[in-house]
């Protein structure tokens, strides 16, 4: 670990690895990864996702490619490990990023009922998006997020790994963007 251009941390990004499967915002080609640890329950998680992801998207339209796990804290949100099991089943169907776009901007809450009714917003189909949710596989994708993120150093969310280099919290926007820049300079260099 060091300290990298940015002023963020740079860690070994295991924690980005074995993404295979998993949805992507970005071409797979971009030259900056940005992995987000995320809880559907979180509030700092939903602004994140309603402010500042988006701009980020805007803004380094096919330098980036995003990529989500999942880190619900049971703890403090009972309801958060069913939505990321119901969001993995999403994206089973291909349909991950609006499911998630609907849990962030869910007024219904996360009850089981509530994560159906966002299956059928989304477009799911309800029969198999049942059984997943009834199979012991989304449990298991979430298991193995958290279990690698704990592994990396993720103990809250929003946390993020964008090219090695971790940013914890809920930051600005300006601080993203200072991590982005120094990791696409970076890129640009190798």
Sequence with gaps: MGEGRGGSRVVYSGAMTEMEGRSVHGPED????????????????????RLILPQILEDYDGQVRYLVRHFPLAQLHPEAAGAAEAAVCAERQGQFWEYHDLLFAQ???????????????????????????????????????MERGG???VRGTPAFFINGRVVYGAQPLEAFKRTIDAALEEAEGN
Excluded: H, K, M
């Excluded at 009850?111 to 799911?124: F, R, V």
């Design 30 to 49: 971009a030259p900056v990864t940005i992995v987000e640890y995320t809880d559907y329950q979180c509030s700092f998680c939903r602004r994140y996702n």
């Design 107 to 145: 007024e219904r809450g996360l009850s089981t009922e509530s994560l159906l009714t966002y299956a059928d917003q989304a477009g799911l189909d309800p029969g198999e998006f049942t059984r997943c949710l009834a199979s012991d596989e989304p449990a298991r994708v979430v298991f193995d997020d």
């Design 151 to 153: 592994t990396y150093g």
